[in-house]
């Protein structure tokens, strides 16, 4: 008998344990794919502004204790859109990061892994374009 169902991520018995059925590869390829579903027009001002749109293996330490306890998915970092005329260029590179480590915590599976890395997506470039997190979270997102 097999040990591990990857279907759902649990061992046998009553031990909980986590799979990483989707690669770190397979994990840039799908925010890849979601990226080109966003409307060209959002598009355009990420590129024109040039935001990277990076994939991490973990949850960055000080991320990661500056929300201790929480599962985070992804973050914008950086300067909004309406601010950058102000911003000053000293300052990190304006960025949105996806951090599978919490997308591997939070689903069991990768069809809602892809799924949720979309609205993840869309999600923080809401925060670049200015949104809060009330008026995101609000829109399903």
């Known amino acids: 008998m097999n040990k591990f169902d990857k279907s759902n ?11 990483n059925i989707m690669t770190f590869e397979e ?4 925010i890849e794919l979601a990226y080109e579903q966003i409307p060209k027009q959002f598009r355009d ?3 024109e502004k040039n935001i990277a749109i990076i ?20 973050a914008f970092i950086g300067t909004h859109y309406g601010d950058f005329v ?3 260029l000293s300052t990190d590179p304006t960025r949105i990061e996806l951090y599978k480590e919490g997308f591997d915590k939070s689903f069991k599976n ?7 890395i979309g609205k993840t997506l869309v999600h923080e470039i809401a ?5 809060k997190e009330e008026e995101i979270r609000a829109l399903d997102y």
């Open 9 to 19: 991520r649990y061992c046998s018995g009553a031990i909980y344990c986590t799979l």
């Open 45 to 47: 001002i990420l590129e």
């Open 127 to 131: 925060h670049f374009l200015g949104f």
């Open 27 to 30: 994990f840039q390829d799908t």
């Open 110 to 116: 990768d069809d809602d892994i892809k799924a949720q």
């Open 55 to 74: 994939a991490l293996e973990k949850t960055p330490e000080p991320m990661a204790e500056r929300h201790r306890g929480l599962n985070i998915l992804g």
């Open 86 to 88: 102000l911003a000053n």
